[in-house]
């Protein structure tokens, strides 16, 4: 991942890799991924096994909805990715 990638994550994920053996289904990870915008698109970059510290405050506010596996964002039906934190309001 470039280092200008970086700075454009507004959100982060954690992912895992599954893939099929023969002895069954096996799962890697995880992994964090960044999202961000740009022109019009979502774009997915990898960022590594471990989370870098400038990113950290990108999970504040996270909450887990009831009835679902994920974290989720507070504020995404009223305002949806204009409610995230950029690094200049951290």
Do not use: F, H
């Not at 700075?7 to 992994?31: E, H, L, M």
């Not at 991924?33 to 979502?42: A, F, I, L, T, V």
């Not at 970059?45 to 887990?64: A, F, Q, W």
């Amino acid at each position: 991942m470039r280092k200008s990638d970086l700075g454009k994550v507004r959100r982060v994920y954690r992912a895992y890799v599954k893939y099929k053996t023969r002895k069954g289904i096996r799962s890697c990870g995880p992994y964090w991924q960044g999202r961000y915008w740009e022109n019009g698109r979502s774009v997915t970059v990898y960022i590594g096994k471990e989370l870098p510290d400038n990113l950290r405050y990108l999970l504040e506010g996270r909450y887990k909805r009831p009835g679902c596996e994920d974290y989720t964002w507070p504020g995404l039906k009223e305002g949806g990715r204009n409610n995230v934190k950029t690094p200049g309001e951290r």
